[in-house]
Every structure is written in C-alpha cells, then in structure tokens.
C-alpha cells in the first residue's frame, strides 16, 4: 500500500487513493484527520498526537514540539528523559511517522510499503535528506518527496474535472514555514513555473508575537521575569494560540497570565494583532511579488489563488493577498488536508497499479535554491560560484570548468554551496569533498564540476579531468548538517527499540 504523508510542524497527515480512485484522508486511532506532531517521552514510550500536546503545558521538559523546524540541524538534541540518550530531529520525526503510519495501517488493514512525503518548497538540502533518512528509519520506502504546494496544486488539479490550462498561486502558511509556488496545470501535467519561500515564518511566529507582547507586559507591570517559570511559559503558549486563532472570528480577546503570585490580563484586539503580525506578512507578500516576477507572469496572468496551511485562516492573510493580487484567495479546498491529500495523488502516480489507472499526471517541480562552489585562487577573496540556478526544473544537471591554481595540484578541496549570493558569508555550504587529482597535471589545467539535483530536490556532485578527458566520478558530499552512517544505525536502534503509540 502506498500512502501520502504531510509531515508537519504542528500537525501531520495521510492520505490514499479509495477504490473510487480519490484520495482520501486516513483517521488515526483517536478517530482525528490530522495528529499533532507532538511527542512525549514516557516510561520508555514515545506517545505521540494529542495526549503529547495536552501534556506539553504541564511536562514540557518531558515533550518534543516544532521537531520539523529542526530538520537538518545536527545539534539540536533531545535528552531521552531516564536515559543518558539523546535524539536528534530525525529520530523525533521518526517517531512522529512510526505512530501515523501504525495508526493508517490498522485503520486501513493494509501493510504500508511505500511512502511520498512533503516537504516546504524552500526546504534546502540537508532538511530534505533528513526527512528522507527518518522515513527510511521506520522501514518504509520513500518513493518520492514532493514540495507541499506542488502537492496542493495536484490535489486542485485532482479535483477539477476538465483541466483548462490555468496558472495558479499556492499561498502556504503553516505552522513553521512559508512557500509560495506560481505553477500551471494543464492536461496530465502540473508544473511550477517559480518558488519561494522562508523555512522560519509560520504561525508560530505570530503566536510568539502575541506570547512576547504579553510578557512584556507582565515585566513591566509586576517587575517580574516570566522566563524563570516554565509552567507559566508554557501556559501562555497555549493561550497566546488559543487567542490567535479566536481572533479569526473575534475583533478581540483577552489573555492572562499568572506567575509568581501575580495576574494580568491583556485585551489583544484585532488591530493590535494585526500590527504585531505587520511584519511577518510584509515578508509574505515581498516573497510572492519576487516569485511572480521569477515566472515570467504577472498576476493578472493568475487565475486562482489556492490558501494552504492552518496559518491562512488568519483574515489579515486573505486581505493582504487580494490587496496585492486583486483575485480573491479560493477556499475550495481544506487547507489541513489539501497538502496530504496531493501527496497520495504523486503516490499513485509512481508505478500506477490498475486502482491508480486514472492518475497519469506529469509533475515538474523546481528547486528552491541555487546551487554552487566556493572557488579562489588564494589571493582574492573567495567567491561563491554559482553553477546551478534556482528555479530549474529538476531533476536537473550544470557543469562550469575550473582551473587548478598550483602545479602537480593534488586535491581539490570542493565546498559545495546553497544560496544566492556571491559572497561566502551568506550562503550555505552543504557540504565538502576532497577530490584527488591525478598526477603531473600542470597549474591552469582544466576541471569540470557537475551539480545535480535529484527527483527529491537532493544535490549530487561529480567531476571531471578535463585535460585527460577522465570522469572522477559523483563523490560522497561530507554534509555538515546530516548524521554519519554509524550515527543514523545508532540512533535508529534507540528510536526502533521504543514503543510508540
Ligand atoms: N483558526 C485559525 N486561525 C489562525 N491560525 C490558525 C487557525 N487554525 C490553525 N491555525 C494555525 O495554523 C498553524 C498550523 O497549520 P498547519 O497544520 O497547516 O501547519 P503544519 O502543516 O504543521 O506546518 P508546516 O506546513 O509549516 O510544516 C498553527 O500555527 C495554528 O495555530
Ligand atoms: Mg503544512
């Protein structure tokens, strides 16, 4: 059985295609659409959903949240409490899919073999492998991982009956991440055009904004410092989402807090959070503005604008939007669901079986983040070359010739790069590589070096001899962010050796 997973900051699906040929979300064991990804860490089990995210407000020091916003992040660790064991972000996530593919094999009395998972659109190399590698530690193959607004449009493109050739923009809030995708569906063929997004911009932001406002408020009224009690910290999260999401209906709502023997109360009305949020939507809509112009379309050329992620029940969201586009963001789809719902569509597209017959669409996606080396001759400052643009169409491949600086040069020292910028300092190195060289080859001689980007949007690097005409082959990038393969065994026999429920 194939199935579609959205792994999500706060909350995570799964989805399949029904003998009706549609896809169709899978309750879990609580009888719930959607399980918050959310772990606590008890007796030697990991319970996951709900029960963990009632519990985080009086065991916080017990609970895991925001795991995804940690993706590709070696050093974040979480102490394993009664152990000396740590976990990192991908054993949680682990976990979080160990208890939702338990719960869908049970509900559908299937065993699940093979999996698409998504991911942010702007997710960089080292979150995908990440995702990957805790997909592969429960066990299930990962057929592919799509982008989630590349996943909602498949779901759009799913639900339409006759597909007229229309562009549409994906506007996907969260919980912890923003995209946006421009992308054009045609017949059997949804492809995105342009991506963008922020890794760090979701809701939880905007909870924060409410959460720092309050308790800045607390200080000054009281003297006080909230931040040395973890349980009224941690209350004030609750309430400070409680009232986010009552603002969506309310002009305003109040929120207290109490600590050290003292209560406030703070009326947040609508306008209040609307400024406070200001910010955060300016970075939105600066986003969409680039991406449009990075499609080569305006927005007069958009016919849809798809609200995806819990975040875009926010009203200020669709107001911003319209004032920008001037199209009414569409509400036609469920913004929890939309992105599990097109993962089970990719899934039944892959190896279609006979049940699957009616899903032959083609999905070209592109990638997020350009792709290139650090080079320098050793006198000038270091440059990031870029040999692989953003926006390609993956998979995809580039190559750009370099010259070796030294006579009998015997290694190159390949620092691979993710970013846009020239200058090392703001760009991401995924990752080195020592490539040795042959012999005798003299200063100037010339080197080809290949970037790839996989179906996953994974970066593959190879090179080759130029002045020999000799293929060095693809080498093994030392990512900086990602577990050896002896830390990944370790970590999965701790993770494999837990209940999870
Ligand atoms: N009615 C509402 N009004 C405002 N915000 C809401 C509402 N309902 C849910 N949210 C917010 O939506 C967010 C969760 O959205 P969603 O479940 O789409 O995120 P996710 O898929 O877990 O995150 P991501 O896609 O970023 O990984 C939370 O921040 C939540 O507070
Ligand atoms: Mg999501």
Known sequence: MKVGIDLGTTNSAVSYINEHGSPEIVKNSDGERTTPSVILIEDQKAIIGMTAKEAAAFQSEDTIQFVKRQMGNNSFEFPLPGTDQLIGAVEASAFILKRIVQDAEQELGETITDVVITVPAYFDDAKRNATKEAAEMIGVNVLKIINEPTAAALAYYNLEEKTTDQNVAIYDLG?????????????????????????????????????????????????LDLYDDDMAMQDLRDSTEKCKKSLTKRDKSLVAVSSQGQTIRKEITKTLFNDLIESYLARTSQ??????????????????????????????????????????????????????????????????????????????????????????????????????????????????????????????????????????????????????????????????????????????????????????????????SNLTQEEYEERQETMLAMEVE
């Open 175 to 223: 919980g912890g991440t923003f995209d946006i995708s421009i992308v054009n569906i045609q017949d059997n063929e949804v492809k995105v055009l342009a991506t963008d997004g922020d890794a760090n911009l979701g809701g939880f932001d905007f909870d924060n904004a409410i959460f720092n406002y309050v308790a800045d408020a607390f200080e000054e009224e009281t003297g």
């Open 287 to 480: 986003i969409m503005e680039e991406t449009i112009g990075e499609s080569n379309l305006t927005w007069n050329d958009i016919t849809k604008v798809l609200l995806v992620g819990g975040s875009t029940r926010t009203p200020a969201i669709s107001d911003m939007i319209e004032r920008l586009t001037g199209i009414e963001p569409s509400k036609d789809l469920n913004p929890d669901e939309v992105v599990a719902l097109g993962a089970a569509v990719q899934a039944s597209s892959i190896e279609p079986s006979d049940q699957d017959s009616r899903h032959h669409i083609v999905v070209r996606d592109v990638n997020s983040h350009s792709l290139g080396i650090i080079t320098g001759d050793g006198q000038n400052p270091d440059e990031n070359s870029i040999i692989l643009e953003r926006n390609t169409e993956i998979p995809c491949e580039r190559s750009k010739s370099f010259v070796t600086v030294q006579d009998n040069q015997e290694s190159v020292m390949v620092q691979v790069t993710e970013g846009e910028d020239e200058d090392p300092d703001y760009v991401t190195i995924i990752g080195t590589s020592e490539v040795a060289l042959p012999d005798n080859l003299p200063m100037g001689s010339p080197l080809e070096i290949n970037i790839a980007y996989d179906k996953n949007g994974i970066v593959h690097v190879g090179a080759k001899d130029l002045s020999n005409q000799v293929d060095l082959g693809e080498f093994v990038i030392e990512r900086q």
